[in-house]
């Protein structure tokens, strides 16, 4: 008998639907690579409601197909749930964001992660006219008066750091970042 009970418990709590989803969550396309934790926890900071993370390649500033139709498909499925308000992104050179030690990485770096910060910025404003657009480049931490500030740049690379990126002077660099960019979609409300 107590096992009757047992399995009819079981059954209950396995037919019950899933949760809705949390307002506040991110979204990203099925077809799309998925996100990553702290592309998640990134969006979550700045209300983005959709979230996609491209690669580059190597030393290239230059958005690859795959990245482009990534970019493309969180644009269509952001446009579906409202009216985008405005785009961020932050790309990375190909190097780990800087340790607090280092605070910035070398001239090439930085040019190259603001390259590919520019390369998302003239794609997406090409593709969705009128919305804003902002950047943030992982070479370069913000300094003491941004961090006084507590500007969105320095918002968005705490949140970074607090999910677990690596930067120059861990010795574990899971989960990699260099070579890729974040690119956030915030709808109006």
Request: aromatic share 6%.
């Amino acid at each position: 008998m107590k096992y009757l009970f047992l399995i009819l418990a079981l059954v209950s709590c396995a037919s019950k639907p899933p949760p809705p989803e949390s307002p506040a969550s991110t979204k990203h396309s099925d077809t799309a690579p998925k996100t990553s934790v702290e592309a998640e926890q990134a969006a979550a900071e700045e209300n983005a409601a959709f979230v996609t993370e491209i690669q580059f390649k190597k030393m290239s500033p230059s958005l690859t197909k795959a990245a482009q139709a990534n970019l493309q498909k969180m644009l269509r499925d952001a446009n579906k749930a409202g009216k985008v308000k405005e785009i961020k992104t932050v790309a990375w050179a190909d190097s780990e964001y800087p340790s607090p030690e280092t605070k910035k990485l070398s001239k090439n770096d930085e040019n190259l992660a603001a390259q590919r910060n520019g390369s998302v910025k003239k794609f997406m404003t090409a593709k969705a006219s009128g919305v804003k657009v902002e950047v943030y480049n992982m070479a370069v931490r913000p300094n003491a008066f941004q961090d006084w500030l507590s500007t969105s740049d320095v918002r968005i690379k705490r949140a970074l750091e607090t999910a677990g990126i690596p930067n120059t002077a861990t010795s574990v660099k899971i989960p990699a970042k260099s070579g890729k960019a974040i690119v956030m979609a915030i709808l109006e409300k």
